[in-house]
């Protein structure tokens, strides 16, 4: 199995950044897309940040221009550079990855138990 870790999440001011870290560990013999989803109480998960293993990336409307998805393949580790940080960026942030064991040819999702931010004076 894939096991993805999530860390960075924490209590910042409106305005302020954080970055965070997903690290992938286990039997893996290749990532895929990688992804960043958040979610609140009472709303759906959604997708903030994509990032292919060409480095090619998708943001949501709502955090273009403010956060940065980068992702070092060699460590099999995903990061989400987050600026400008609003009250609306409060949500538990996960951890998402499409990935191959090194014994399975087929491509399987896996998720991260996420990490809270909290945007707040």
């Known amino acids: 199995q894939v096991q993805l870790v999530e860390s960075g999440g924490g209590l910042v001011q409106p305005g302020g950044s954080l970055r965070l870290s997903c690290s992938a560990s286990?039997?893996?013999?290749?990532?895929?897309?990688m992804r960043w989803y958040r979610q609140t109480p009472g709303n759906q998960r959604e997708l903030v940040a994509q990032?292919?293993?060409?480095?090619?990336?998708n943001y949501a409307d709502s955090v273009k221009g403010r956060f940065t998805v980068s992702r070092a393949n060699a460590k099999n580790t995903m990061y989400l550079q987050m600026n400008s940080l609003k009250a609306a960026d409060t949500a538990v942030y996960y951890c998402?990855?499409?990935?191959?064991?090194?014994?399975?040819?087929?491509?399987?999702?896996?998720w991260g138990k996420g990490t809270l931010v909290t945007v707040s004076a």
């Open positions: 998402n990855a499409d990935a191959m064991l090194t014994m399975d040819y087929r491509v399987k999702d896996y």
């Open positions: 286990g039997d893996i013999y290749q990532i895929g897309f």
């Open positions: 990032i292919s293993s060409s480095n090619t990336t």
